[in-house]
């Protein structure tokens, strides 16, 4: 009997200690190293990696005290990732609230359409919070780490605002832009019209590119997709200045010459025949989607007003008169 009572004793007295040393630990106040204190979580983190990040830094006591903290509140799936700034001493309980509001520093990177891959690498490689994992790298070494089976990577990049926690790698924003261009493609692949001359994601991939370069105008972007298709079917050339361009690479000096449109090169759509060998800029959903289900249209010409809008012929005289009026100022 008298055992029975100690053991009971030992208990109660054991819990009454375990819960003065967790009421100790969550409301104590944290001091910090230094002021603001900064630190980073990634996401995918679980709860015990991120207290056992906190215990290490010296930013909370005890890991445990933290987890108990979380799971008895309910809230172990609720820490946020990102980068974190405290500048004043909290308690584990006030920390717990500041890790789960979505109070974190986001940084931010905009891939923008019609950029190309070497523009996107140097926005890149220009930002102090990105870790810079590719510069040593060549294009094949980038594509094949980040899983893509394309050997060259122009156009494979979904152009959107990526938020990222400081020293991510450029690796890794580059891999989540890579897979949304790929889910955003096919997702419009599976719903294409009917009876394109596009045997392949990758070639309306190509195309949209295209067409994003040639678009001034949001509501011009499918009539455009329309009379490529058109050209496509009937085997014209694409005869497209922006596909040139991109060829001429920096040989290009802002005017493009007659002598430019009768060299050929891979990218020459004027001397050969069907799509350029790959995308030539990063292109919108828009352009994609547009690609992929051009308006109905018997236009096989279009030339640009000059005010973001284009002109459309169905003939090659009706063309040349726009082309008179518009770019060579004659009526």
Known sequence: ??????????????????????????????????????????????LKQISQQ?????????????????????????????????????????????????????????????????????????????????????????????????????GLFFPDTYYFIKGDSDMHILRRAYQAMQTHLHTAWHSRSEDLPLTTPYEALILASIIEKETGMESD????????INRLRKG?????????????????DGNLRKQDLLADQAYNTYTRAGLPPTPIALPSLASIRAALNPAETDALYFVAKGNGESEFSTNLTDHNKAVNKYQKQQK
């Not at 986001?106 to 190309?116: K, L, P, S, V, W």
């Not at 972007?221 to 490529?228: D, H, L, P, T, Y």
Request: proline fraction near 2%; avoid cysteine.
């Open 1 to 46: 009997m008298h055992t029975l009572i100690r053991r009971l004793f030992w208990a109660i007295f054991s819990i009454i200690l375990l819960v003065g040393w967790f009421y100790l630990h969550v409301h104590s106040s944290i001091k910090l190293t230094s002021s603001p204190y900064e630190f980073s979580i990634s996401p995918g983190s679980n």
């Open 236 to 252: 014209m050339k694409l005869q497209t200045d922006p596909s040139i361009i991109y060829g001429l690479g920096e040989q290009f």
């Open 221 to 228: 972007r499918s009539q455009i997709a329309g009379v490529f």
């Open 54 to 154: 906190l215990e290490d830094a010296g930013v909370i006591h005890s890991k445990w005290s933290f987890i108990l903290l979380a799971r008895y509140l309910n809230r172990e799936s609720a820490i946020k990732a990102g980068d974190y700034q405290i500048t004043s001493n909290l308690t584990q309980i006030a920390l717990l609230d500041y890790l789960t509001q979505g109070d974190a520093k986001q940084n931010a990177i905009q891939f923008i359409e019609g950029r190309t891959f070497n523009q996107l690498k140097k926005i890149l490689l220009e930002n102090p919070n990105i870790q810079h994992d590719t510069v040593s790298l060549t294009e094949q070494e980038i594509l094949f780490q980040i899983g893509a089976t394309e050997t060259v990577a122009e």
